[in-house]
């Protein structure tokens, strides 16, 4: 049992507290039956952190009627007497156009899961990866993610061979992850780690390499947020040691860049290079395989950003602003996010090396990278250590006070 956060995030969409939500659930009771409800704030309470995740047949009509949605969209379950039940179908009936032909007939749900439910279940994937491309993580990705996942998990309550469960757990990691990693762009690293502790279960059930190789990466990014880099390597050493990088060189280079940044942010120069030469060395035998979404960030684009960060990290600036430079020119333009935590790195590694004016300029451009979208969290997180360093190396040159103002209008707008 665990705190409902897609309900929770859906509370916070609306710009609800616990008692407005139970005054609304109320007065939607009133509108369908004719009589006021009786939800009160402890009753929103239990959804929310998990103490109830069955509301009795009442609550599920007035939290449909609310949010638009059914339960299980909001990470409950409804009662199995409620699937037939006359309030409720009263209440879809209230919300929409009020004939008979805007109801959809309830179909009884087949007995048996087989590989099209799993593909028809995979199909949010592509969108929500493509998603995460552009703008990064956010907690309306994270949500749609939980909400597939949902569905997947439903699946496995019917009847199905081992085959088709396994492929079920290993979208159900896929998903996950996919929260997991939202939950590391916006920095709520505890909620984070609980999605990954689940992804790591899915993964394990499932038996599947690239769910396994998944896991491991997310929870070195995760251990890098923190800056526990003891982790990060021990995590790194685990995907090396799976089988998708053991049998596919890609997935050998990623795993090992990933040793380079945390050799590197230990202080340990010749292991971060050996790992770097290794990882460049595998990415250069790989083939063009069919491989899951997840992975299209990877590639020379992504090798360079990360040779950027690792030569930043041990101290050689100059090589840092070229692999960055590298790095940006392959990126492809719908991979905002990606770009602009490239262009961060550029600018610090101008900076360092004592060229605050172009660094300044560079910094900008986040901004425009971009487009308007929100920054991630740790998009912000970066462009916030640049402030503070280009206060500390250049506190009163014209170009910092320019970048104070620039700053100072981007977060109000933000």
Request: hydrophobic share 45%.
């Given at each position: 049992?665990?705190?409902?956060?897609?309900?929770?995030?859906?509370?916070?969409?609306?710009?609800?507290?616990?008692?407005?939500?139970?005054?609304?659930?109320?007065?939607?009771?009133?509108?369908?039956?004719?009589?006021?409800?009786?939800?009160?704030?402890?009753?929103v309470r239990n959804l929310l952190d998990g103490s109830s995740q069955r509301?009795?047949?009442?609550?599920?009509?007035?939290?449909?009627?609310?949010?638009?949605?059914?339960?299980?969209?909001?990470?409950?379950?409804?009662?199995?007497?409620?699937?037939?039940?006359?309030?409720?179908?009263?209440?879809?009936?209230?919300?929409?156009?009020?004939?008979?032909?805007?109801?959809?007939?309830?179909?009884?749900?087949?007995?048996?899961?087989?590989?099209?439910?799993?593909?028809?279940?995979?199909?949010?994937?592509?969108?929500?990866?493509?998603?995460?491309?552009?703008?990064?993580?956010?907690?309306?990705?994270?949500?749609?993610?939980?909400?597939?996942?949902?569905?997947?998990?439903?699946?496995?309550?019917?009847?199905?061979?081992?085959?088709?469960?396994?492929?079920?757990?290993?979208?159900?990691?896929?998903?996950?992850?996919?929260?997991?990693?939202?939950?590391?762009?916006?920095?709520?690293?505890?909620?984070?780690?609980?999605?990954?502790?689940?992804?790591?279960?899915?993964?394990?059930?499932?038996?599947?390499?690239?769910?396994?190789?998944?896991?491991?990466?997310?929870?070195?990014l995760l251990s890098s947020q923190r800056k526990n880099w003891a982790e990060?390597?021990?995590?790194?050493?685990?995907?090396?040691?799976?089988?998708?990088?053991?049998?596919?060189?890609?997935?050998?280079?990623?795993?090992?860049?990933?040793?380079?940044?945390?050799?590197?942010?230990?202080?340990?120069?010749?292991?971060?290079?050996?790992?770097?030469?290794?990882?460049?060395?595998?990415?250069?035998?790989?083939?063009?395989?069919?491989?899951?979404?997840?992975?299209?960030?990877?590639?020379?684009?992504?090798?360079?950003?990360?040779?950027?960060?690792?030569?930043?990290?041990?101290?050689?600036?100059?090589?840092?602003?070229?692999?960055?430079?590298?790095?940006?020119?392959?990126?492809?333009?719908?991979?905002?996010?990606?770009?602009?935590?490239?262009?961060?790195?550029?600018?610090?590694?101008q900076l360092r090396q004592g060229e605050p004016e172009q660094a300044t300029?560079?910094?900008?451009?986040?901004?425009?990278?971009?487009?308007?979208?929100?920054?991630?969290?740790?998009?912000?997180?970066?462009?916030?250590?640049?402030?503070?360093?280009?206060?500390?190396?250049?506190?009163?040159?014209?170009?910092?006070?320019?970048?104070?103002?620039?700053?100072?209008?981007?977060?109000?707008?933000?």
């Open positions: 049992m665990g705190a409902n956060v897609v309900l929770q995030a859906r509370l916070q969409q609306l710009g609800l507290s616990q008692d407005q939500l139970a005054d609304r659930c109320n007065d939607a009771l009133l509108a369908i039956t004719g009589r006021p409800g009786n939800m009160s704030s402890r009753t509301p009795i047949g009442r609550t599920c009509v007035a939290l449909e009627r609310v949010f638009g949605c059914p339960v299980t969209d909001l990470g409950l379950s409804a009662p199995h007497s409620l699937q037939e039940d006359p309030m409720r179908r009263r209440a879809f009936m209230l919300s929409t156009t009020g004939t008979a032909a805007a109801t959809v007939p309830v179909l009884r749900r087949r007995g048996t899961v087989g590989m099209s439910d799993v593909d028809r279940a995979a199909a949010d994937m592509e969108t929500l990866v493509e998603v995460d491309d552009r703008q990064g993580g956010n907690a309306s990705l994270a949500i749609r993610a939980l909400s597939a996942r949902k569905k997947v998990l439903d699946l496995q309550q019917r009847n199905a061979s081992e085959r088709v469960r396994r492929a079920l757990y290993a979208l159900a990691a896929e998903y996950t992850n996919l929260a997991a990693f939202s939950y590391i762009d916006l920095r709520d690293l505890d909620a984070a780690q609980r999605y990954l502790n689940e992804a790591g279960t899915f993964s394990g059930l499932s038996q599947d390499p690239f769910a396994g190789i998944h896991f491991w990466i997310n929870i070195g990060h390597r021990a995590s790194a050493h685990a995907a090396v040691a799976t089988k998708a990088a053991r049998n596919d060189p890609f997935f050998s280079s990623l795993a090992r860049a990933r040793l380079a940044l945390s050799h590197a942010a230990l202080g340990d120069r010749r292991a971060a290079k050996k790992a770097l030469g290794s990882a460049q060395d595998a990415l250069s035998k790989a083939t063009q395989d069919a491989r899951p979404r997840w992975t299209s960030f990877y590639g020379p684009a992504e090798l360079n950003h990360i040779s950027a960060i690792t030569c930043f990290r041990i101290g050689e600036h100059a090589a840092a602003e070229a692999m960055a430079h590298r790095a940006l020119a392959k990126i492809p333009r719908e991979f905002q996010r990606n770009r602009a935590l490239a262009t961060c790195q550029l600018a610090s590694a300029q560079t910094a900008v451009a986040v901004f425009s990278i971009m487009n308007g979208a929100p920054l991630p969290q740790r998009i912000r997180t970066l462009v916030g250590d640049f402030h503070r360093d280009l206060l500390r190396i250049a506190p009163s040159t014209t170009c910092t006070r320019e970048w104070v103002e620039r700053m100072r209008d981007e977060w109000s707008r933000v």
